[in-house]
């Protein structure tokens, strides 16, 4: 079946460091895929997503490219900055099987001034 | 716009208690999810609800689970005789046609506290 596997966290960076979080997929079909955030007390939010291999998705300055040669979606931004502390969930969704996304257990990223 | 919609935020009830907690969708949006998240964990799937079609209740973790959907409108889910283990935030979502490519829009949550 279909699975997503993220790095364990938490991740702890100060301000403006580079950030990488890994995320790698197993999947039957062409799934897209996606990264969500969750702020403290609050549901999930599409970051962004990418629908084909090669696409990269891109929002408010965070990245990840979509690379079925290494079945991966890591998620990076160049500057982060403390309001990214959040928790970040990365996602498939299989076109050749269910409509029910897979989730991964989620990254805690923790930005100090 | 209006987002999805969920109720109550929180909810604290004691053990043996029935539960219901309700969820309205982005209007329009034919796929509506229900997810269990304990603290500090991922997201358990529970069910899912695609138009007119019966539902996917493959993650319902027992019968005291239900849930209902009125067309393509409000869901509701159902805990009876609840247990210290459903507390947890129960998360909603919905996508516009549950398609691979459509992204998920989720409610802020139902914290459930047992006690």
């Known amino acids: 079946g279909d699975s997503v596997t993220q790095m364990e966290g938490p991740v702890t960076l100060s301000e403006e460091a580079f950030l990488t979080i890994n995320c790698t997929y197993t999947?039957?079909?062409?799934?897209?895929l996606f990264w969500y955030v969750q702020y403290p007390g609050e549901g999930l939010q599409l970051l962004l997503k990418a629908t084909k291999a090669d696409d990269k998705g891109s929002n408010k300055g965070f990245e990840a490219t979509y690379r079925k040669e290494t079945t991966s979606f890591h998620l990076e931004k160049g500057s982060v900055q403390v309001s990214d502390s959040a928790v970040y969930f990365c996602?498939?969704?299989?076109?050749?099987?269910?409509?029910?996304?897979?989730f991964g257990r989620g990254t805690s990223l923790i930005v100090h001034p | 716009g209006a987002g999805v919609s969920q109720s109550p935020s929180n909810k604290v009830t004691e053990k043996g208690k029935d539960v219901e907690l309700r969820c309205d969708p982005i209007?329009?949006?034919?796929?509506l999810y229900w997810y269990r998240q304990r603290l500090g964990q991922g997201l358990e799937f529970l069910i899912y609800?695609?138009?007119?079609?019966?539902?996917?209740k493959s993650g319902l973790p027992s019968d005291r689970f239900s849930a209902e959907r009125t067309g393509e409108s409000v869901s509701t889910l159902t805990i009876q005789r609840t247990q210290q283990e459903d507390s947890a935030v129960y998360l909603c979502?919905?996508?516009?046609?549950?398609?691979?490519?459509?992204?998920?829009?989720f409610g802020d949550g139902t914290r459930l506290s047992i006690l």
């Open positions: 979502a919905s996508s516009s046609d549950g398609t691979s490519n459509q992204p998920q829009h």
């Open positions: 999947a039957t079909g062409y799934p897209s």
């Open positions: 609800f695609q138009g007119n079609s019966a539902p996917d």
């Open positions: 996602a498939l969704s299989d076109q050749g099987g269910s409509y029910i996304p897979t």
């Open positions: 209007s329009g949006h034919t796929a």
